[in-house]
Nanobody, 123 residues
């Protein structure tokens, strides 16, 4: 069982930056690809970014490309989502997820999910 815990969300003004963290259990986590998804109030959950188990490849949705960066820590037990130039439309609950398929832009491609962390971008 893979346990995922997101942190780092909060309230930020448009144009600001945040770094989200996804902390995961044990070495088993290293064999999974990690995706970030977000879900705005009343909206469908959407794909944001993904990274391979090795950290060697990344993928982004067009809406965040150039503004958000996904990465793995040196110990590879944590995945980060560095967000900059944030926009009000980035406001959502952000979830990290672990799966075996890469690149998986669909939530059905992931087996484990964190509880989510709220990001609110004010104008």
């Amino acid at each position: 069982q893979v346990q995922l815990v997101e942190s780092g969300g909060g309230l930020v003004q448009a144009g600001g930056s945040l770094r989200l963290s996804c902390a995961a259990s044990g070495r088993t986590f290293r064999s999974y690809n990690i995706g970030w998804f977000r879900q705005a109030a009343g909206k469908e959950r959407e794909f944001v970014a993904a990274i391979t188990s090795s950290g060697g490849r990344t993928s982004y949705s067009d809406s965040v490309k150039g503004r958000l960066t996904i990465s793995r820590g040196n110990a590879k037990n944590t995945v980060y989502l560095q967000m900059s130039s944030l926009k009000p439309e980035d406001t959502a609950v952000y979830y990290c997820a672990a799966g075996r398929v890469y690149p998986a832009a669909l939530s059905t491609g992931y087996d484990y999910w964190g509880q989510g962390t709220q990001v609110t971008v004010s104008s």
